[in-house]
Every structure is written in C-alpha cells, then in structure tokens.
C-alpha cells in the first residue's frame, strides 16, 4: 500500500508540473475563445503553465463565480 500511494504521489507530481505542450497557435486560440470571460482570463492563456497552474485557476474562477452568484463581494 506504502509502495502504491508513492507511486501515485510521485505520478501526480509529474504530472501537474508537465510543462505546457500547446503552440503559439493554439494559446493564442485559446486566448480568444477566453474573451468573453475577461481580459485577465485571455491574457493568462498565452502564458506557459503547467497543469497545476491552470488548475490553480480553475478553482479560484469557481470561486470568483461562486462569490458573483451569491452575490458576496
């Protein structure tokens, strides 16, 4: 069990901290079809990030969507 939780552990750690494997074409595609959200949002598409950093991201905009649903700034 010791054995298959390091494996895991050691597995998910590559795995977010793969580095991003997109082209400039497809950022740049993914920056546009993020306008609508917001600019900051576009914006981060045409960085490199790894798995974890988009991750990252995904829950804060679940948050800021959450907070913008209940309305609680």
């Known amino acids: 069990m010791v054995?298959?939780?390091?494996?895991?552990?050691?597995?998910?750690y590559f795995i977010?901290?793969?580095?991003?494997?997109?082209?400039?074409?497809?950022k740049?595609?993914?920056?546009i079809n993020e306008l609508p959200n917001g600019a900051d949002k576009a914006v981060r598409e045409l960085?490199?990030?790894t798995p974890g950093e988009?991750?990252?991201?995904?829950i804060e905009d679940a948050g800021d969507d959450l907070?913008?649903?209940?309305?609680?700034?």
């Open 3 to 12: 054995a298959l939780a390091i494996a895991i552990a050691v597995g998910g």
């Open 16 to 26: 977010f901290n793969a580095p991003d494997q997109r082209s400039a074409g497809d």
């Open 28 to 31: 740049i595609g993914d920056a």
């Open 47 to 49: 960085e490199d990030r």
């Open 54 to 58: 988009k991750l990252e991201d995904a």
């Open 67 to 73: 907070k913008k649903s209940t309305n609680q700034q």
